[in-house]
């Protein structure tokens, strides 16, 4: 996993709530079997709309979103970040997110910001409104600083702060707890009642 | 202290918590299918590792597949690849896989419960937010992305902070032609789309009790589509009697000892909730989505309500709902022509949904306007729809009786419905394309599905069945 430490973008605004995984990549695209080659397709549909923040000049290059409540909700396809990612989008800010795409993100070092509604609204609208409009964030101080110098704190879950700024990935974590495992699996044997290599039936 | 059946399941699956630190989390199951797990398979190879749990894992095919009935030869080459891919993947790795004709190939959501794989106390993941499904037996089993499909072949384990847990109780008798998916439908307009964020829910009460576990897996399956990671329901005779006999179900001593153990995993008395919710469904109305996400829904004859009634936070999210399905506010939904139903998915593809929709369709024909699918969930399925003779009554009533898959639901295989087109579904979600590019999508029970299809319009079950 790649490591994240601070970044200072282009805002790309994204006025809508409950953006869905099938949004961000559609179904269609999940029959590659590798984790490459997803960023072309982000927001695909969305994109058709010549309206649509993407398709805006002025927004080309940035790689911070910032959108409504409850982004990322749906199926729990990972190809969601990795097109994010891909696409070079490195930091989304919202006031909430889905659960397992909050969880996706983590492992592989997309950085998810919670702020409250207003303030979020308020990025929207000046990023809307202006020829360019700058947020820099500090994942090691937990700071977003927007261009008119002013300064949020946002929360962060300290454990996942520090994979994502060493670039640490679960595997590690889990690896050196082998012997724990080993121990735990080798009880849990006792209350488990099948085999998937053994069929029971007579 | 008295627990719920939530925290019963999570501490004893807890391998080590450190302070500060996310716990790590057993395993006992892991469903794989085509889609989201080669990349954990790629980096077991490259790694050189194993996976640490073969007999705690299954392959089967379900999402890219076609379902026609040469399904032999895939025409998409990228889908055929993946189908490949996971063949190669099982053998290599020594993964016992439910392929075409193994007499239990289909929806990996499905074909868990029928051979007895999912069982009581056990934590269950997939990736594929759906898993849920198997919180109707008492299971704790929930959706993970690829990288955590990856963590679990090679050690069984993911990192995981202990959710919340929120009470559903549905009490009261339903109406004739009234289901459990309009119950959990109703639940999801009621507390919407993220009403379940960072929760997971136990679903309780006499209605609950009432149901079969083909009722209750529709009710766990969609607990994703509120937000919620999972979905429980603590288990009783009515699961206890599922599982016996089947598969990989327990036999003879073993299973009183399963029996004893499991009648253990329940939510105690006076046990508490971070959240508890209670709704009546004594008058329920069939359900069905106007929008384009599962909480915009309504009962089948109200009206879909006018824009300024929503909260202003909705507002423009139901604006640009209704501009995509092409709906009116304020007008009555009943009515509305279709082009096509589907009958199928992991939400609705059981032999039971099968049986209901079969009896309204029985000597009857669908409107010549509608293409309707029927896709059964599994071989399993398959087989004994077709012992039951209705694959005869889909046929004579002018639907397709097509292979087990996920099919219309995700807009990923061949199955799609066009652009512009409108299609009433027993799936799961109505997100815009989900069923194909341009695809509108209103959901519903395979009752309303069934009856919609006669008419060629929207249509309310409880005027049609008896």
Redesign the interface.
Known sequence: MQSFQTLSSQVLPLN???I?T??II???F??????GGYGEHVFQ?LRLDKNFPMNNQKYTGAQIIVAQ??FG???????A?WALLQYGIQVVIAP?F???FY??SG??GLVLITLEDQLIQSFIDTAEKNEEYILSIDLEEQTVITQEKNTHSFDF???RKECILKGH???E???D??S??NQ??KN?EE???????????? | MPKNIIEKIWESHVVIQKNGHPAVFGIDLQLTHEVTSPQGFEKLRQRGQQVKQTHRMICTLDHSIPTRKNRLEIYDENAKNQVEQLRTNAKEFGIPIFDFDSGHQGIVHVIGPELGLTQPGMTIVCGDSHTSTHGAFGALAFGVGSTEVGLVMETGCILQKPLKTLKVEFNGIPQAGVYSKDYILALITQIGIAGGNGHIIEFCGEAIRALSMEERMTICNMSIECGARAGVISPDQTTFEYIKDRKYAPKTEDWEKAIQEWKQITSDKDCSYDKEISIDISTLMPQITWGTNPEQGIGVSESIPTISSLPSSHQSTAKKALAYTKLQEGKKIEGTPLDYAFLGSCTNSRIEDLRIAAKILKDKVISKNITMLVVPGSEAVKAQAESEGLDKIFLDAGCEWRMPGCSMCLGMNDDKVPSGKRCISTSNRNFVGRQGTGSITHLASPATVAVSAIKGVISDPRKHTS
């Open positions: 809508i709530k409950d869905d099938d949004m559609p179904a269609q999940l029959t590659q079997t590798g984790e549909r409540d409850n909700c749906g199926s729990s396809r990972e190809h970040v909430s889905s659960d397992i969880s996706n492992k592989n879950d300290p454990f990935n679960d595997l974590y889990l690896t707890h082998m724990e495992i735990w699996q849990r209350n488990l009642y099948y085999s998937t290599l053994q069929q029971n039936n007579s």
